[in-house]
């Protein structure tokens, strides 16, 4: 079992900055993959990005560019930059550690979210 914890949400005006951080109540290190998601208010929660073991990153065709996921297994702490805010990135981010299955997250174990909201 393992807790996931996030934290910096706020909120910030169109092309400003977010930094994600998710701390684990134990080891990162044995999960496939480390991921983040969001949901937007009445639309399904989405992956955002993902992070391996090895540390091969993958991005939501929306983000790239301008987010970017990282892992410390030192602190087993997961982080997400967001620059270039849009509005459209508003939503409740979660944090996940699961497993990555032919190039598809499956999260086992989930944080309860921070929310990011962007104004205009």
């Known amino acids: 079992q393992v807790q996931l914890v996030e934290s910096g949400g706020g909120l910030v005006q169109t092309g400003g900055s977010l930094r994600l951080s998710c701390a684990a109540s134990?080891?990162?290190?044995?999960?496939?993959?480390m991921g983040w998601y969001r949901q937007a208010p009445g639309k399904q929660r989405e992956l955002v990005a993902n992070?391996?073991?090895?540390?091969?990153?993958n991005y939501a065709d929306s983000v790239k560019g301008r987010f970017t996921i990282s892992r410390d297994n030192a602190k087993n702490t997961v982080y997400l930059q967001m620059n270039s805010l849009k509005p459209e990135d508003t939503g409740v981010y979660y944090c996940a550690a699961g497993r990555l299955t032919l190039a598809t997250m499956t999260g086992d174990y989930w944080g309860k979210g921070t929310q990011g909201t962007v104004t205009t």
């Open positions: 134990g080891s990162i290190f044995r999960f496939n993959a």
């Open positions: 992070i391996t073991s090895g540390g091969s990153t």
